[in-house]
């Protein structure tokens, strides 16, 4: 047992939380095999390689954790495994970025040698992000921690591509994508950010060919009028009827377009006719194969004109179109320029405007591998927490598109595709260079072919589709090339928990629910929770470009790794936004004080010489020892129901007010000894050790370290004892319902007496003369035999349990469910001071009763004032008649 010389009067969370994840590390508490019992496992949402915590990163780990350690507790073989993710977009840009600053351009380099930069770069700053987790306590499985591009994991992304190429499911199209100028590679829909920006509309004139007639187009990208191929109108619009099948002029550069109609057009927007540019909007293209049109490409892939533009040919996009606007309105050909409201795409990753544009990427069919991943959701086989998430993800899943898997990158999975002739319309798919000679060769027929004339794919996979794999990958490399599962999938999967932000539903959640049906036949996780986005008091979601997001680093050194998780999670109610506030930090370091200086006093409490051993053996004559246990019960049939419905916060407020309001505050009092100065009953102290151990208990998975500090404090214990893998505490059948009542009742008839206490302002040591007069007589005997605790608490004279008793003259008084106290007051205050007092409040409420019943008098006023106003000044002159009752009534008591 810890003396009292042994704890320093100041909780220190860095020392001691250093000390403990190092214990917890070396004793190998957070590595899991597979066993006998019951699997409880969670795949962490990988984290860029090369990223650092940010404050999503701190809510979505503290809510994994706390998971996983309550898990753990239960007895279950908790496995969380960690693990990066190669990140191919973000990733490439800062390799790219820092070759720049040193000369390099990457059009310089070699495949092989941007790699070679790529992994140094990766080698020296992946994994901090993994490294910073273990500050916050996570309890991750470290041996299996796992990256997207290490070995194993890429050939089991290259097994992927081949299993699902050879299931007809991925083809090589044209198609319309969104294209990223910046990082010049395609995106998928759900890498676009859609945001609503204040954009121009220009109003071009059209001239008729052969006519002095034109026609107005209104657009906001005047730059794609040098690859219009026809102009389209309504079939139904009798404005332009008489044009269609007439030919029009394209400003600038004269190109001779055909009048199409199609009901596509909507004859209420813009101006009812709509330029068609097949090569730079996704509608415009399908027109255009409707239609039999042209299709010119005037932008080269940085977002620079084409030479195919003919105009200002090299120049930025954006230049060119105030450029292109200048010369249509020296043309006479700029009608007007309207500003409006509209929404654009922009590269999540970059953050620049997408251009949609005609490319030849590889695709993957989602039509038929979407429907198990819905209908498992539908029905609840995979469950949404909260559920109101199943509904965008119900609607996403039914107008799911084709993933464009392709990207233009180095760093990545190399699509393993190999061309074998002149063009790009001759490939086999193969996992190896020779394999693909080999294929290549029995394909094309040709037996002169040698290994020169094949030539791999340059495109990488897509970033999430090497993730959606995570579930299985991170178990079983090899189950999509063999189909048979080995012994840690059988045991791991599905998976129990997947902790992440409904932003990335569709990126990361839907895709790993559809590899999970589609290679195992069963789902990856039984349950989904979406914690809300991390913002600030203005409702902006946090980010460094923002300048408006702490360091979590700072927070957990000023707060230590409890306090910033207690924060965090005080602030976070299940599926909604988290509006963070730092006092909230400061509130959960408080907490930890709280929690300290409790098991500091219970020390100080300890004799020299003396052993004392924690219990819960409760007194079944002592009241609070039975409320105690019985709150304890309660709570934890609560935080059940809590954790049940993913209500973390929920969960945690009831634990903090168990420990701070019900133990610290009242427990802890009831249990010191009668007189003061003298140290704890010893059997007091065990049973209220015993408690702690318990509450310890409670509270380990939101606070690891701090508790298992007081854990291992409170008596010696053993590797194999210690908090981290000790078991939850059980729930029994007793809850003490009406003892729990019964101090209840205490409870509120002591706040009752303090609050007279401090409206009489008595001096807090003043000897009290105490009359209860109970509702009934059976509240009577209990109160009485529980006299003790009023004793205890408060500083009684005398005390009196009386169900008949009489308000006696100058007593102050207060009503607690139908009981009545009574605090004499004479001897305690200066009786005539209070009736000079009471006397001045009733002058001046009278005073302020008659300005009210004078403005209630004058008929105008009344006449003409709102009705609520006058009704206002009603309830005023009432609350004072009110009042001046009630003042009058304790005047009478004091007069002598």
Request: glycine content about 4%; aromatic content about 10%.
């Amino acid at each position: 047992m810890s003396k009292i010389k042994d704890i320093p009067k100041q909780y220190n969370p860095s020392t001691t939380e250093e000390k403990w994840y190092s214990y917890w590390e070396e004793n190998g508490y957070f590595n899991s095999q597979p066993d006998e019992r019951e699997s409880f496992t969670v795949v962490i949402p990988p984290p860029n390689v090369t990223g650092v915590l940010h404050m999503g990163h701190m809510l979505n780990n503290t809510i994994q954790d706390v998971l996983v350690r309550r898990a753990r507790m239960l007895g279950k073989n908790a496995c969380w495994v960690p693990g990066t993710d190669h990140a191919s977009i973000a990733t490439e840009a800062k390799v790219v970025q820092k070759l720049r600053k040193e000369g390099i351009k990457k059009s310089d380099l070699s495949r092989d040698e941007f790699l070679k930069h790529a992994w140094n770069w990766t080698d020296e700053h992946g994994g901090i992000i993994l490294q910073q987790l273990k500050k916050l306590g996570a309890s991750c499985d470290w041996q299996r921690t796992r990256f997207t591009l290490e070995d194993e994991l890429y050939e089991t992304v290259i097994d992927c591509f081949i299993e699902l190429y050879h299931r007809g499911m991925i083809y090589r199209g044209l198609r319309m994508v969104n294209w990223d100028p910046a990082a010049q590679t395609a995106l998928s829909d759900e890498e676009v950010i859609h945001k609503e920006v204040q954009s121009k509309f220009y109003h071009v004139r059209y001239p008729i060919k052969d006519s002095d007639e034109y026609v107005t187009i209104a657009t906001t990208r005047p730059e794609t009028i040098l690859a219009d191929t026809a102009v389209c109108v309504n079939p139904d619009d009798e404005r332009f009827r008489h044009l269609v099948g007439k030919t029009v002029i394209i400003p600038m550069v004269n190109r001779e377009v055909p009048v199409i109609a199609d009901e596509y057009v909507d004859p209420e927007f813009g101006t009812g006719c709509l330029k068609i540019t097949p090569a730079h909007d996704p509608n415009d293209y399908e027109l255009g194969i409707k239609h039999g049109l042209e299709v010119i490409d005037i932008l080269n892939a940085d977002g620079t004109m084409a030479k195919e533009a003919k105009f200002y040919i090299g120049e930025d996009r954006f230049k060119a179109r105030k450029l292109i606007a200048k010369e249509l309105e020296e043309l006479g050909l700029l009608m007007k320029v309207e500003e409006m409201s509209n929404k654009v795409g922009y590269s999540e990753r970059t953050d620049v405007v997408i251009e949609p544009r005609l490319s030849l990427q590889w695709f993957m069919k989602m039509d038929e591998i979407s429907k198990p991943a819905l209908e498992n959701v539908m029905n609840d086989n995979v469950q949404f927490h909260p559920a109101k998430f199943k509904n965008s993800y119900r609607n996403w899943m039914e107008n799911i598109r084709d993933w464009c898997i392709s990207r233009q990158l180095w760093w990545g999975h190399r699509i393993p595709a190999w061309y074998y002739g002149d063009g790009e319309e001759e490939f086999v798919i193969a996992r190896t260079a020779d394999e693909a000679f080999e294929k290549a060769k029995e394909k094309s027929g040709n037996s002169s072919l040698t290994a020169k004339d094949i030539r791999q794919d340059e495109d990488v996979l897509d970033t999430w589709f090497s993730s959606w794999l995570w579930p299985i990958s991170v178990f079983d490399p090899e189950f999509i090339r063999t189909k048979k599962a080995n012994k840690e999938l059988e045991y791991y999967y599905p998976t129990q928990d997947l902790v992440t932000a409904p932003e990335i539903m569709f990126f990361w959640v839907a895709r790993m629910i559809m590899a999970g049906y589609a290679f195992a036949g069963e789902k990856p996780f039984s349950n989904v929770y979406y914690h809300g986005i991390v913002r600030d008091e203005k409702r902006r979601k946090m980010s460094k470009s923002l300048g408006n997001s702490p360091d979590p680093l700072k927070l957990i050194e000023q707060y230590g790794a409890d306090g910033t998780r207690v924060g965090m999670l005080f602030a976070s109610p299940a599926g909604n936004d988290l509006l963070f506030d730092e006092n909230l930090c400061e509130q959960g370091r408080n907490f930890s004080n709280k929690i300290w200086n409790a098991y500091r006093f219970l020390t100080m409490n300890m004799a020299e010489g003396e052993t004392y051993t924690p219990s819960t053996d409760i007194d079944p004559e002592n009241l609070a020892d039975k409320w105690i246990s019985g709150r304890i019960q309660t709570t934890l049939r609560e935080m059940e129901d809590d954790f049940s419905r993913y209500r973390l916060n929920e969960a945690l407020k009831k634990i903090y007010s168990l420990v701070w309001d019900d133990f610290c505050d009242w427990y802890i009092e009831v249990c010191k000894a009668d007189e003061y100065g003298e140290n704890m009953p010893k059997k007091n102290l065990e049973r209220a050790l015993g408690f702690f151990e318990i509450l310890m208990k409670m509270l380990h998975p939101f606070m690891p370290f701090i508790t298992e500090e007081i854990w291992q404090q409170i008596r010696d214990r053993s590797k194999d004892e210690a908090l981290t893998i000790s078991p939850w505490p059980e729930i029994r059948g007793e809850t003490y319902d009406d003892s729990v009542a019964l101090f209840g009742t205490i409870q509120s008839q002591i706040s009752a007496i303090r609050n007279i206490q401090a409206e009489m302002n008595l001096a807090p040591r003043a000897e009290l003369t105490i009359i209860i007069k109970p509702k009934d007589k059976k509240l009577n005997d209990q109160v009485k035999a529980a006299g003790w605790i009023y004793k205890k608490l408060l500083p009684v004279k005398q005390i009196r349990f009386d169900v008949s008793a009489e308000k006696p003259k100058a007593s102050a008084a207060a009503v607690v469910n139908g009981s009545e106290i009574y605090i004499p007051l004479e001897g305690l205050i200066d009786l005539q001071k209070e009736r000079e007092r009471i006397q001045k409040e009733i002058d001046r409420v009278e005073g302020f009763r008659k300005s009210v019943v004078g403005k209630l008098s004058n008929e105008q006023f009344v006449a003409n004032a709102p009705e609520a106003v006058v009704d206002k000044e009603r309830q005023k002159k009432a609350d004072a008649e009110s009042n001046l009752e009630k003042l009058k009534a304790q005047l009478e008591e004091f007069e002598s």
